[in-house]
């Protein structure tokens, strides 16, 4: 595909992922751009149906408003669309469907942006299938017992998906530790340091789309 080097985010569920691409987004909107995905996952409270850029499958246009945000859809209607290849990949977590359109990287790839996509680790292995070429990028939790201990709070989950997401997260934490797969795994202890290391870590492409920018200007 073309454009700069997307960036992929993954991890277990409660790493802080949608934190941090949060305080990214908020810093450097200019140069990120999150790439909406769908689900058939009920939206949590506060959360609204993805917007921005343009949502061209489904007949709908929606627009974008936050990094948790997704386009909420029924199965029947997503199953339909992977059926049809709209999807670069897409996965079955906790008992939904997730997966991220072709359309959602092209609107933020149109607009010369770097695209980050917060997915799961099936979608980290379908995209490796893939000709998207990103960066990897693996948030972990600094223990099982803290990453429990912030799910809880965060109040999202019953019991019984806060179950299947920390049997997903032990999963996880292990396919983070086999080499090659992630060029960088941040431990997600310290907000204000694993942001420092994101930052960091991507500090490589932001320079580049920079230089892509001002060659177009000059
Ligand atoms: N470094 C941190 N210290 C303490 N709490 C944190 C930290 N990072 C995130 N949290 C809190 O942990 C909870 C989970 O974080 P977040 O929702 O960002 O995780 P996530 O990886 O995006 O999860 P999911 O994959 O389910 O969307 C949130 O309530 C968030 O405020
Ligand atoms: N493979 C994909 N995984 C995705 C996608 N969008 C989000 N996710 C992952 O799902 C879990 C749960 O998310 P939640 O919002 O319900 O807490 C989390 O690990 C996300 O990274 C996607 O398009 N494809």
Do not use: W
């Amino acid at each position: 595909m073309a454009g700069p080097r997307p960036v992929v985010l993954s991890g277990p569920s409660g790493a802080g992922k949608s934190t941090l691409l949060k305080k990214l987004m908020k810093e450097y909107d200019n140069v990120f751009g999150f790439s909406v995905s769908h689900t058939t996952r009920n939206p949590r409270p506060g959360e609204e149906d993805g917007k921005g850029g343009f949502c061209n499958i489904f007949f709908c246009t929606c627009s974008y408003s936050g990094v948790s945000d997704y386009h909420y859809v029924t199965r029947e209607v997503m199953q339909a669309s992977i059926d049809n290849g709209d999807f670069i990949e897409n996965a079955e977590f906790s008992g939904n469907l997730y997966g991220t359109s072709k359309a959602a990287v092209q609107d933020v790839q149109a607009k010369n942006l770097i695209c980050i996509l917060d997915i799961d680790m099936q979608g980290v292995k379908n995209i490796k299938c893939t000709d998207l070429n990103p960066i990897y990028i693996s948030i972990q939790p600094p223990s099982m017992a803290l990453l429990e201990k912030r799910l809880r709070d965060r109040n999202t989950e019953s019991e019984e998906s806060l179950c299947r997401r920390l049997n997903a997260a032990r999963v996880e934490m292990e396919f983070s530790k086999e080499p090659g797969v992630f060029d960088v795994v941040i431990v997600n202890d310290k907000l204000e340091d694993a942001y420092g290391k994101l930052r960091e870590a991507l500090v490589e492409v932001s320079c580049l789309i920079y230089f892509m920018q001002k060659i177009r200007l000059d």
